[in-house]
Each structure stands twice: as C-alpha cells, then as structure tokens.
C-alpha cells in the first residue's frame, strides 16, 4: 500500500454486506443458529459446537475464583452432576465453550467457501515446557503460576481444590 512505512500483505475478500455491522465473525451454537432465520441469513455468523468445558472452583471469600480448568469434550454435556457436590464454603461453577482450535477450524471452513484458496489459519498450541507445569492428576497438567496458587492456601483448602477438579475431570470422561 503506498504511503505506509511497512510491508503489507494483502487477501482477497469478498464483498459482503454486513448490515453496517463491523466486519467481524459472530460466533454462535449449533442450535442457536437452526433456531435464527436471520442467522442463517448472515454470512457473518459462524455455527461452532462447543468443545471445552471451564470448572471453575470458587470460595464465598469474595475474592474471586481460587482455580479454573479446562478440559476438551467432544460432545459437550447439558449438564453435570458432581458424585458429591462440594461442603461449606466451597462451589465450582461448569460452563462450555470454545478452543481456539474449534474457531479457528470454523473460521477456515468459512474462508475455504467464501474466498477458496486465499489464506491458510494457523491455530497452534505451543506446549508448556516442563518446567512451567506440575502434574496432578495423569490427565491433569497444572501451570506452575496455577499451582503457586495452590501453594498460598491451607493445606486442607489446597486438598479440597485439588479434589474437586478430578472430581470434574472424572465426571467428564464420557464427554471425552
């Protein structure tokens, strides 16, 4: 482009009427968009099953979440019940969502048909090195930052966070 100071790259796209909405994705479920005539009219709208599940395990102290974990589903559940819901001050709090790979795979399926053969997404997941995850279950890995978390609580309080996240884990396995 003449004038900017940069190397610029350019892609092909199409011309798309966005209703003076900003050129962006909306990203809905699956049954969200069957439900929407107007959805389904909408270029912009991305259906994208879900394919994560964020536990989030919190304490009446209201500072906030003490951890949250995320484990990919396949399918994701309508709900969950946990063999033994969490005593006293203590809950966990499910919600689905989606990986960065679920939107991006949606996000090329989009390009492939709008504009084929224009761009390529990469959605990579660099790996943790060893030395900044701490493993506490065999299918659980801790960032060492989530773990130091662990470490500034009362051990029992510690025990308890650390159970009810294989508490969920394992309540998922079916989802898996």
């Not at 099953?49 to 500072?63: I, K, L």
């Not at 090329?108 to 900044?132: F, Y």
């Amino acid at each position: 482009m003449p004038g900017l100071d940069v190397a610029w790259v350019g892609m092909n796209v199409p011309i798309i009427d966005t209703g003076g909405r900003p050129w962006v994705w909306e990203v809905v479920t699956p049954t969200q968009y069957n439900a929407s005539a107007r959805m389904q009219d909408d270029l912009m709208v991305l259906p994208v099953a879900h394919d994560t599940v964020v536990a989030e395990v919190n304490h009446r102290d209201p500072s906030g979440p003490i951890m949250r974990m995320q484990v990919p589903v396949t399918n994701a559940p309508d709900a969950i019940s946990l063999p033994d819901e969490p005593a006293g001050p203590w809950s966990v709090h499910l919600e689905t969502g989606w990986t960065i790979q679920a939107l991006g795979s949606a996000a090329q399926c989009w390009i492939d048909r709008e504009s084929p053969g224009t761009a390529r997404l990469e959605t990579p997941e660099p790996p943790l090195p060893a030395h900044q995850r701490y493993q506490l279950h065999p299918a659980i890995d801790f960032e060492s930052s989530a773990f130091d978390r662990l470490l500034t609580l009362d051990p029992d309080d510690a025990a308890t966070v650390t159970s009810l996240l294989s508490l969920v884990h394992d309540a998922l396995t079916p989802y898996r």
